[in-house]
């Protein structure tokens, strides 16, 4: 019989990944079977292994994936096969969880378990929306209640006359399918009906929203406004738009904003994360992806000859993650790299040097290879020179040629990686989204996402609701591809980086 393995309820929290603990986290990073729930942000299963069974058991109100039986069983059986098995419930375990039920089944077999907990929904609503739960003046006492226990309820299980005079703030769960019935019972229990209320909806996430109200008018609100679960409904005397410390999370310049992203998936992270920065809502959808191309031969004869090259250029970041890892399989000092001179094509490009500490001696201002070649021939650098251009499959001869032609160098191209076009999976969660409510930009950072999207256009056909997005792009060479592709540039950055980039749509939707 194999090991008894072991299983951690983990608090996902409420929605942003950067709110799971540290504990959290490694354990999906090494667990072999995530069992994970329908509130769950699926960013965080995206850190288990690749070997990882991922497994949805999601309950959500008139939908049910496994029954609380079937889910304590999928536990044992994992565990019992000397599994490291991850339960990851969105929350904390302990608040409205029903850890109870699973830690039960654990035990009656001999299983181990350990409880790792999470920030819960209502800390997060009050914090993101930026009303305290408790104050002086206001409420010195908070209680959390749940709408429902039973996502297929129709009845109230908490009788909620009883906390109509507490006096306390009332922070509901699940309250939204049951608001009518809610709040007649706190009003028949004696609460005043204006009652300062406020519901948070996708609290801590880049879609929330924060809605203020009176007890009385909540129903007519969530209606009108079409209000989903996940929410947090508040209520009581902190609850009202004086007490909100300035709505710091819904401020945030592009909050509210869903951009597209299409770059290839081992890029995404810097441009997300500034954009998250900023508030708005990423979509990824990479359409295109980069491998590593490597020809021995070639790889031998270049670092051989690494120190007659006076010049190395690099026309793409993706350029120099690939030459820097190869570099220092060859060469364990980075004193090897020589004498070469390092130019680079805009920003995005040099700041990958950043880490190597070597400074970048040319970085073109505009994003062109012809640009490029220009202002390398304007060095007075060339003449019989040797020059390494590094490369990928989609590089044309432009920029070698306008070296060897125009500045009589010694140019030897060197590729090191291919860019592919995806074709899409309409079937794939994230494209289904986008085809339904569209988003507020897409961004273009090269020509290959262009020619990739022009290839899925059918596949991203958005429905007449959607919404209809703005063009963003990087530089001059992406948007005359756009431009020949027949779709219209509304942005284009002023420089090749990303800051420069996310800036040009932070101005611009300022300006609407």
């Known amino acids: 019989m194999p090991k008894v393995g072991k299983v951690y309820l983990v608090g996902g929290g409420p929605g942003s990944p950067d709110l799971v603990t540290q504990r959290g986290r490694s354990l999906i990073e090494k667990c072999d079977a995530l069992i994970y729930d329908n509130l769950v942000n699926r960013e965080i299963c995206q850190w288990a292994g690749s070997k990882c069974e991922q497994i949805y058991v999601g309950k959500a109100a008139g939908k049910h994936s496994l029954k609380q039986s079937e889910i304590c069983d999928l536990l044992i059986k994992h565990a019992s096969l000397g599994q490291v098995v991850v339960r990851l419930k969105g929350g904390d375990p302990f608040v409205f969880g029903r850890a109870t039920e699973e830690l ?65 703030t009332l922070c509901i769960y699940m309250g939204v399918g049951q608001i009518h019935k809610i709040q007649s019972k706190l009003q028949a229990g004696g609460m005043d009906p204006n009652t300062p209320a406020v519901i948070v909806e996708n609290a801590s996430r880049q879609n929330q929203r924060t809605l203020f109200s009176t007890l009385n008018q909540l129903s007519l609100i969530i209606k009108k406004e079409n209000i989903k679960s996940p929410a947090i409904i508040m209520i009581g005397n902190v609850s009202n738009k004086e007490n909100s410390i300035h709505g710091w999370f819904e401020q945030r310049p592009l909050h509210g904003k869903r951009i597209l992203i299409t770059r290839a998936r081992q890029q995404i992270s810097q441009l997300k994360d500034k954009l998250v920065n900023e508030g708005a809502e990423v979509i990824e959808i990479p359409l295109i992806e980069v491998k590593p191309f490597i020809e021995k031969d070639t790889v031998i004869d270049v670092f051989s000859e690494i120190a007659t090259y006076e010049w190395i250029v690099f026309t793409s970041a993706n350029g120099v993650r690939y030459f820097m890892d190869l570099f220092f399989k060859a060469f364990k000092d980075v004193r090897s790299f020589g004498p070469m001179r390092i130019a680079c094509l805009g920003d995005a490009t040099a700041k990958e040097f950043e880490p190597f500490h070597l400074e970048v001696d040319l970085i073109s201002k505009k994003q062109s290879s012809i640009a490029l070649a220009e202002e390398l021939i304007l060095t007075d650098s060339l003449d019989s020179a040797n020059v390494l251009v590094i490369e990928g499959n989609k590089n044309g001869r432009e920029l070698s040629q306008k070296l060897e032609n125009d500045g009589l160098a010694i140019v030897d191209r060197f590729q090191l990686y291919e860019t592919n076009l995806v074709k899409l999976d309409p079937s794939e969660d994230k494209v289904k989204d986008y085809c339904e409510k569209g988003a507020d930009a897409i ?24 919404c209809q997005p703005i063009i963003s792009s990087i530089g001059p060479a992406t948007s005359k591809e756009l431009e020949s592709n027949g779709m219209k540039v509304d942005i284009e950055s002023p420089k090749a980086s990303l800051d420069k980039m996310v800036e040009s749509l932070v101005h611009h939707f300022q300006a609407e």
Not at 109 to 131: D, H, L, M, Q, R
């Open 104 to 168: 039960r089944a654990l035990s009656s077999k001999s299983i181990p378990f350990e409880i790792v907990p999470g920030v819960t929904a209502a800390i997060a609503a009050s914090a993101f929306s930026g009303i305290p739960i408790t104050s002086r003046d206001a409420a010195s006492s908070v209680v959390f209640i749940t709408g429902h226990e039973d996502p297929n309820k129709e009845e109230l299980s908490v009788d909620f006359e009883q906390f109509a005079l507490l006096g306390a």
């Open 443 to 466: 961004i273009f950072t090269s020509t290959s996402t262009v020619q990739s999207y022009t290839k899925n256009k059918e596949i991203l056909k958005l429905k007449k609701s959607a």
